[in-house]
């Protein structure tokens, strides 16, 4: 997606959602349309859903179905709250977890870098973006990739991520771990409304 595509979108949504709109440059203030300085209106409770579900699914890089298609099934879950196991379900996507690793810096890096052959789980090749990890699973690189230039500078990025509880990462093996399972904390409740988006989903 070009980045001045990501600009409209994020400033319409509210939000820095994509990386290159995480900077000083980049501000979510409403602007002043007309005469007299009218603001937009207020928005409806529909609208307000509609809003807080584009926020999650462009967060994840998601299509709508992909999208409607994890809320469906965690609405379908017996004895979860939908809104926990939807975040556990888009929290432990393959290309998620490998951005939160920090072997990736944005979440479309991390799909190509699956897409193309270039990570493992428990050794073996995959080339499945969305593929599930549940607890014990090792997320790997391929040995051949390592010297790629697509993983120049992998060291220094890993330095300056810190992968949330659930998962952890050995810089000597350059293998990550998922050692349980994600927890929505304060910091992603305010920055996800996911309740909004299950009520979007139940109309």
Not at 185 to 193: G, N, P, T, V, Y
């Amino acid at each position: 997606m070009v980045k001045i595509k990501q600009f409209k979108i994020a400033r319409r949504l509210g939000a820095p959602i994509f990386p290159k709109c995480d900077n000083p440059h980049f501000s979510t203030t409403p602007k002043i349309h007309g005469k007299g300085g009218r603001r937009f209106s207020a928005r409806s409770e529909y609208s307000k859903q509609l809003l807080e579900k584009q926020k999650a699914r462009y967060s994840y890089g998601l299509s709508e179905k992909q999208f409607s298609n994890y809320v469906k099934e965690a609405m379908e879950k017996k004895g979860i709250k939908p809104i926990i196991e939807l975040y556990t379900l888009l929290e432990t996507r393959l290309d998620n977890s490998i951005y939160r690793l920090g072997i990736a810096k944005t979440r479309r890096f991390a799909r190509q870098l699956v897409s193309h052959g270039h990570i493992t789980i428990n050794g073996r090749r995959v080339t499945i973006p969305s593929r599930q990890l549940i607890q014990g699973d090792m997320i790997g690189i391929k040995k051949a990739s390592l010297e790629k230039p697509l993983f120049e500078g992998l060291t220094e990025n890993l330095k300056e991520k810190t992968p949330p509880a659930w998962l952890s990462f050995s810089s000597k093996t350059k293998e990550g771990k998922v050692e349980g399972t994600p927890v929505l904390s304060e910091q992603d409740e305010a920055s996800l409304d996911l309740p909004s988006v299950i009520e979007f989903y139940s109309r």
